[in-house]
C-alpha cells in the first residue's frame, strides 16, 4: 500500500520557505545518506526555484560508504549543486558548510551582503542535532520521530553568513512507491503513516539482496535460512530475538519493529537502501504510473461532463 504523510503544519512550512527564498542565496538540503534519493525532497525545486543548492549527505557515519561516494558523485554531477557527506554531530562543520555554500554564491560577503542560507530536509534528517552542534548548545529539540521542530530559526553561521532552519517537510504525494517504504523505515514518516511488518518486509527483501552477510551476522542465520522468503524470514528472525507471543508462536509486530529499530539504530551495520540507478528506475516508473492515473482520471472527467444533461 503506498505510504503517504503531509500533516497541517507542512502546509505552513511549505509556505513559509515560498516567502522566505525570496531574501536566500543558497539552499541547503540535508539527506538521510541511508536513502539519499528517496529523502530528497522535489517539491523544493518548484519552491526553491533556480537557486544554487547545497545537498548534505547527512548520518553518513551509519552509510554504505562506497555508496556514499557514488551519490556524491550523482549530486556533484547537477547543474548548480555542491554535495557533502555530513555526520550531524560532527564538532565543527560550520567552516565546511560555510565554505560550500560560498563557493555556489561567491557574490554574498560582508557585513553588506550577508551569505543567506536556506536549510530543509525532511522530517528526523538530523537538521536539530546538526543547528545544536552549529550553536554549540541545545537550541532545538530533536528525536528519533518524524515532526519535531515545528517552528522556523535563524543561526549566526559567522559574522556575516546566516543559516535559516525550517520545520521537516515531506511532500504531499509519494509517487515513487519504494522511496515510501525507505521513508518510513528511516523514521521520516509519521507511524500512523504505514502498517511496520510491510516495511519491514520491503526492507528485509532489499537487505536480503545487497546486505545478507549482515543480516547473517546480526541474528545468527545460517545460510539456509537467509535465503528464505521474506516473510519466513522475519519470522526466523523473531524467533532469534525472542518475538515470541504464548505457545512460543512468533509475534510477527514485534519481529518487525526489531528489525526496523536495528536499520534505524545502525545494529545492522553501516548499509545504503538505494543506488543512483535504482532510485532513477523506480522514479522514472513512478512518474510513468503517475501519468497514467493523471491520463485515466482526466478522461473520467471527460466522460462525466458528456454525460450531463445540457441546459437550454
Known amino acids: 500500500m503506498p505510504i503517504q504523510w503531509f500533516p497541517g503544519h507542512?502546509?505552513?512550512?511549505?509556505?513559509?520557505?515560498?516567502?522566505?527564498?525570496?531574501?536566500?542565496?543558497?539552499?541547503?538540503?540535508?539527506?538521510?545518506?541511508?536513502?539519499?534519493?528517496?529523502?530528497a525532497n522535489p517539491?523544493?525545486?518548484?519552491?526553491?526555484?533556480?537557486?544554487?543548492?547545497?545537498?548534505?549527505?547527512?548520518?553518513?557515519?551509519?552509510?554504505d560508504p562506497v555508496r556514499t561516494e557514488a551519490w556524491l558523485a550523482w549530486y556533484n554531477a547537477q547543474p548548480e549543486t555542491r554535495a557533502?557527506?555530513?555526520?550531524?554531530?560532527?564538532?565543527?562543520?560550520?567552516?565546511r558548510l560555510i565554505d560550500a555554500a560560498r563557493s555556489l554564491?561567491?557574490?554574498?560577503?560582508?557585513?553588506?551582503?550577508?551569505?543567506?542560507?536556506?536549510?530543509?530536509?525532511?522530517?528526523?534528517v538530523g537538521k536539530s542535532t546538526l543547528i545544536n552542534t552549529l550553536?554549540?548548545?541545545?537550541?532545538?529539540?530533536?528525536?528519533?520521530?518524524?515532526?519535531?521542530?515545528?517552528?522556523?530559526?535563524?543561526?549566526?553561521?559567522?559574522?556575516?553568513?546566516?543559516?535559516?532552519?525550517?520545520?521537516?517537510?515531506?511532500w504531499p504525494r509519494i509517487i515513487v512507491e519504494q522511496s515510501g517504504y525507505n521513508l518510513a523505515a528511516s523514521g521520516a514518516v509519521g507511524?500512523?503513516?504505514?502498517?511496520?511488518?510491510?516495511?519491514?518486509?520491503?526492507?528485509?527483501?532489499?537487505?536480503?539482496?545487497?546486505?545478507?552477510?549482515?543480516?547473517?551476522?546480526?541474528?545468527?542465520l545460517d545460510d539456509a535460512s537467509v535465503a528464505l522468503p521474506d516473510e519466513a524470514l522475519l519470522t526466523e528472525i523473531g524467533r532469534k530475538r525472542g518475538a515470541l507471543q504464548s505457545g512460543g508462536r512468533v509475534d510477527l509486530q514485534k519481529a518487525a519493529e526489531v528489525?526496523?529499530?536495528?536499520?534505524?539504530?545502525a545494529n545492522l551495520g553501516r548499509m545504503t537502501i538505494e543506488t543512483p540507478e535504482e532510485y532513477e528506475a523506480w522514479l522514472a516508473a513512478g512518474q510513468a504510473a503517475d501519468a497514467e492515473r493523471a491520463e485515466r482520471k482526466a478522461e473520467r472527467t471527460a466522460q462525466k461532463r458528456q454525460r450531463r444533461p445540457t441546459g437550454r
Request: positive net charge.
Open 84 to 95: 557533502l557527506a555530513l555526520d550531524a554531530s560532527e564538532t565543527a562543520p560550520a567552516q
Open 191 to 220: 507511524r500512523n503513516a504505514y502498517d511496520e511488518q510491510e516495511v519491514a518486509l520491503e526492507l528485509l527483501a532489499y537487505l536480503q539482496r545487497h546486505y545478507a552477510d549482515r543480516l547473517v551476522e546480526r541474528y545468527k
Open 105 to 124: 554564491a561567491p557574490h554574498r560577503h560582508g557585513m553588506d551582503k550577508p551569505l543567506r542560507v536556506l536549510v530543509c530536509g525532511i522530517p528526523n
Open 259 to 265: 528489525l526496523i529499530n536495528d536499520f534505524r539504530s
Open 10 to 39: 507542512m502546509h505552513l512550512t511549505r509556505q513559509a520557505i515560498a516567502e522566505r527564498i525570496k531574501q536566500i542565496d543558497v539552499v541547503m538540503e540535508l539527506l538521510d545518506a541511508r536513502l539519499p534519493g528517496s529523502s
Open 135 to 170: 550553536m554549540g548548545k541545545r537550541a532545538t529539540k530533536t528525536g528519533d520521530e518524524a515532526g519535531v521542530t515545528k517552528v522556523e530559526q535563524r543561526v549566526a553561521l559567522a559574522k556575516d553568513a546566516y543559516l535559516f532552519d525550517t520545520p521537516g517537510m515531506l
Open 43 to 63: 517539491l523544493l525545486a518548484e519552491l526553491t526555484g533556480h537557486k544554487p543548492r547545497l545537498k548534505i549527505l547527512n548520518k553518513q557515519d551509519v552509510a
